[in-house]
């Protein structure tokens, strides 16, 4: 099978982008993605677009269609992909699977979300909504899911609460020189372990804001990626994977089988293993799931992964970077961009692009993006072309 | 919100396999029916994890003490979610469950009122 090539990637700024909504942003994104890619609109086969609630945010449904006349890029065949916080990766793997089966030649996936005209309170409803009954009658948000399961991890494995605290630290750095991240601006530990209790253990700086924007990629055969460009990366791996729904339901709260599943398919499918992966973009909504997916994705034994921070293997000069872009906990999280923009992280960094932020010379990289409280998770295997 | 005892269950479903949920499923492990229910309001719980949460949607109290509880059901372990009654655990506790009326107002948040029931159990902490 031909492998599936990434030719352009976009992001808008993230933050908060009053006086522009969904329809605006997607554009933007789409746009600038062909123009990297120097692909015409006319040229796109299928049309995806990742976004977790426009209908709740913002009463707007029927995006991909919308998208695509925006574009001008009608007739695509377009679908929505909807994965709550993990519709970004799950678009990649749709738009793969589009590419592989040979149904599209061309493929455009825009993830996007608008979510800073709502108070933080409505936004959280909307993001609890994805819950099961008995959890949402309860009050249950996904912070006091990381509030949770942060407690145990402490106390389980013995970590110290510091080390939740430097993932906010180091990924704020990184976000200081990612120019399209919401929040560029250095904290210090103190000023993370003073912040304000939002789910105990779990402060204000444990978690990510609450975001505009979007971001796009193009994919398309190797082979005809060859004709457009020198400048590309290849998907190696990518596959998709779920959990309970229930998250109590689940034999060790900080354990999540949907990374440990989706990352075992997609390594396999790459014929990589752990030590393969030179860095990585997670899932941080908070900053306890940096330590899960560490774990989980095999960089570390159960339990262990905060010691990688302590250590300094998963700063920007360490031996496995971890969120060169700030993750979501600086760059922000638009809820269906934010697997996309992670993808799009990767593929900066291995086409040397990544600016102030750039790796020295990487050919592989992961993306591992989180869907609820890892209720469904899909994990993507980034390469260049000559990766050995 | 008003606190109040009844007699309303707190239904946990049984599988083929000995294996209890709470809340049930339609299918358990293996893709089996449930064979069977167990009230587990009648039982004492330990507390797995435990947070409190201050930044809640509408509707919901603020602060929000929140618990996984572990129940043991003639040997056989069954995890639950819910409130707590206040502030006033730590893991490996012991608490019971209680009946609430109603754990948060239902018309206040996104979801559809009807979809769903919104009486449930609270934890305290066992004297």
Excluded at chain 1, 3 to 25: C, K, Q, Y
Excluded at chain 1, 121 to 148: C, M, N, Q, R, W
Excluded at chain 1, 301 to 310: N, P, Q, R
Aim: include cysteine; glycine fraction near 10%.
């Amino acid at each position: 099978m031909e492998r599936v090539a990434i030719v352009g990637a976009s992001m808008t700024p993230f933050g908060d982008r009053e006086g522009e909504w969904l329809r605006d942003l997607l554009a933007e994104a789409g746009a600038d993605c062909l123009d990297d890619a120097g692909v015409d609109a006319d040229a796109v086969d299928h049309l995806y677009v990742s976004n977790m609630a426009s209908g709740e945010l913002e009463g707007q449904t029927g995006v991909p269609n919308m998208l695509a006349h925006d574009l001008a890029a009608q007739p695509a065949y377009t679908a929505r992909i909807d994965q709550t916080s993990s519709s970004g990766g799950a678009g990649i793997y749709a738009a793969w699977q589009s590419v592989a089966s040979g149904a599209s030649e061309t493929t455009l996936l825009v993830g996007g979300e608008k979510m800073t005209h709502k108070t933080t309170g409505e936004a959280t409803d909307v993001i609890a909504s994805l819950t099961h009954p008995a959890e949402y009658k309860h009050g249950v948000t996904l912070p006091s899911f990381a509030g949770l399961t942060a407690r145990l991890y402490l106390d389980e494995y013995d970590a110290p609460r510091e080390s939740l605290g430097k993932v906010a630290v180091k990924n704020h750095e990184n976000g200081v020189d990612n120019p399209k991240a919401q929040f560029r601006k250095a904290v210090d530990l103190d000023t993370v372990l003073e912040s304000p209790i939002v789910a105990d253990p779990l402060r204000l700086y444990d978690f990510c804001p609450i975001t505009d924007g979007s971001a796009a990629m193009l994919f398309c055969p190797e082979s005809v990626a060859r004709e457009i460009t020198d400048e590309y990366v290849v998907v190696s791996g990518v596959a998709g994977a779920t959990d309970t729904h229930v998250v109590h339901e689940r034999p060790d709260p900080t354990t999540m089988r949907g990374v440990v599943e989706s990352s075992r398919q997609a390594y396999e499918m790459a014929d990589r293993e752990p030590e393969d992966i030179e860095f990585a973009e997670l899932h941080d909504m908070f900053t306890i799931l940096e330590f899960l997916q560490f774990e989980d994705l095999g960089f570390a034994e159960k339990g262990e992964g905060w010691k990688a921070i302590e250590e300094g293997r998963t700063e920007r000069d360490g031996d496995l970077p971890i969120n060169t872009s700030g993750g979501l906990k600086s760059k922000g999280h638009p809820l269906g961009a934010s697997g996309v923009a992670q993808a799009v992280e990767v593929y900066e960094q291995l086409l040397g692009e990544a600016g102030d932020r750039q790796l020295d010379d990487p050919e592989i990289g992961l993306a591992c993006n989180v869907g609820g409280f890892g209720n469904c998770v899909t994990t993507t295997i980034l390469e260049t072309p000559e990766a050995e | 919100m008003s606190d109040q005892q009844s007699d309303p269950e707190m239904t946990a479903y049984r599988y083929p396999d000995g294996s209890i949920t709470y809340p049930g499923h339609p299918y358990g492990p293996g893709g089996e029916e449930p064979v069977g229910t167990v009230d587990l309001s009648e039982h004492t719980a330990e507390v797995v994890t435990w947070t409190t949460s201050t930044a809640t949607p509408p509707g919901v109290r603020q602060p929000n003490h929140l618990a996984i509880v572990e129940f043991d059901v003639d040997g056989v372990p069954v995890r639950a979610l819910g409130q707590l009654e206040k502030e006033n655990v730590d893991i490996g506790d012991t608490v019971e469950p209680f009946h609430v009326e109603e754990l948060r107002d239902p018309e206040t948040g996104i979801r559809e009122p009807e979809s769903q029931d919104w009486d449930g159990f609270r934890f305290r902490p066992v004297e």
